[in-house]
């Protein structure tokens, strides 16, 4: 597979016009549709990730090599770039440092980092604590050095928010930005009045998701755009339609005896071989 530089195109989609969509994949099929769909980055989160490698909720059970390792399957299989979550770095500044480090060597564009105490969980759930800003610049400025290609893009993230109100939120996205920080981040901005104002006092790209049940107001991606922001995700929404489908699966199997039509409704078994490249593989020895 001939791939691109993804940091390269990343940093390339950050300085063009227009917004950028991402899309949560919680595995590699799911990224795969994500890609043949036509978005231009995919992202993969510590929830979904958590919730399909583990079956365990995003209260950091996932340690950084398991992350790591479901970035480089995800980034071996896409062409696209991309966007790995790194939750709070897994601890100190050193292990910020190992993180990028690791990170950015399975084949990930950009990494997210943000500011929660460890241990960290969701940002759409209560009770979240966070570090001084100053622990967070500090950091961020770890993360920037400890790339290894300028491309790879360091997204700032805070969960300051809910605790600290929305001024400490603003205010350290900014100083995590002139720290080096390419993309910042606000987690969970809790009115359309907050997504208004996070653009105004934010000078820098700015990241939003779109988090289908939690805090924050949904936005079509034309009026995001319109406000400021430069790159939005649905982080989760791979993992919760897939979880409905096998609800619905199992229970027509469990009260019908048969799941055909269900099935049928759904990508046929030709598309799912195509999807994933059959006739390609099966045609390698005659190419050879």
Same mark, same amino acid.
């Given at each position: 597979?001939?791939?691109?530089? /993804?940091?390269? =195109? ?10 950028? =969509?991402?899309? /949560? %994949?919680?595995?590699?099929?799911? @990224?795969?549709?994500?890609? !043949? ?29 398991? $992350?790591?390792? %479901? ?25 910020? +440092?190992?993180?990028?480090? $690791?990170?950015?060597?399975? /084949? ?7 500011? &929660?105490?460890? *241990? ?5 759930? @209560?009770?979240? !604590?966070?570090? *001084?800003? &100053? ?9 920037? =050095?400890?790339?290894?290609? *300028?491309? #790879?893009?360091?997204? %700032? =993230? ?26 910042? #981040? ?18 820098? *790209?700015?990241?939003?998701? $779109?988090?289908? /049940? ?11 755009? +319109? ?17 409905? @489908? $096998? ?13 055909? !039509?269900? %099935?049928? +409704? ?12 059959? +006739? ?9």
């Amino acid at each position: 597979m001939n791939k691109p530089n /993804g940091p390269k =195109r990343l940093r390339q989609l950050l300085l063009q016009p227009g917004m950028i =969509r991402s899309l /949560g %994949a919680h595995d590699v099929f799911t @990224a795969l549709m994500v890609e !043949q769909a036509g978005f231009e980055t995919v992202f993969i989160g510590g929830f979904g990730t958590s919730a399909s490698l583990l079956g365990l909720p995003d209260l950091n059970f996932l340690t950084l090599t398991e $992350m790591a390792d %479901a970035v480089r399957r995800m980034a071996a299989r896409v062409t696209i770039p991309v966007i790995a979550d790194g939750d709070t770095g897994h601890g100190d500044v050193h292990n910020v +440092q190992r993180t990028v480090e $690791m990170v950015e060597t399975a /084949g990930a564009s950009g990494i997210l980092l943000e500011d &929660q105490v460890m *241990p960290k969980r969701c940002g759409h759930f @209560a009770n979240k !604590q966070v570090i *001084p800003t &100053q622990e967070m610049v500090i950091k961020i400025k770890a993360a920037v =050095r400890a790339r290894s290609d *300028p491309n #790879f893009l360091i997204f %700032a =993230r805070t969960d300051a928010r809910q605790m600290n109100g929305l001024d400490d939120a603003i205010d350290r996205v900014n100083r995590c930005a002139e720290a080096g920080a390419d993309i910042a #981040f606000i987690e969970a901005p809790q009115s359309i009045a907050e997504l208004e104002e996070i653009p105004k006092r934010v000078q820098h *790209p700015l990241f939003v998701n $779109m988090l289908s /049940g939690g805090v924050t107001p949904i936005l079509p991606v034309k009026d995001l755009e +319109q406000l400021g922001y430069k790159i939005v995700v649905c982080p989760i929404e791979s993992l919760l339609v897939c979880a409905r @489908a $096998m609800r619905d699966l199992c229970e027509a199997w469990k009260t019908s005896g048969r799941v055909d !039509q269900l %099935a049928l +409704q759904a990508m046929s078994f030709d598309e799912v071989k195509k999807l994933l490249g059959v +006739q390609e593989f099966l045609g390698l020895r005659e190419r050879l």
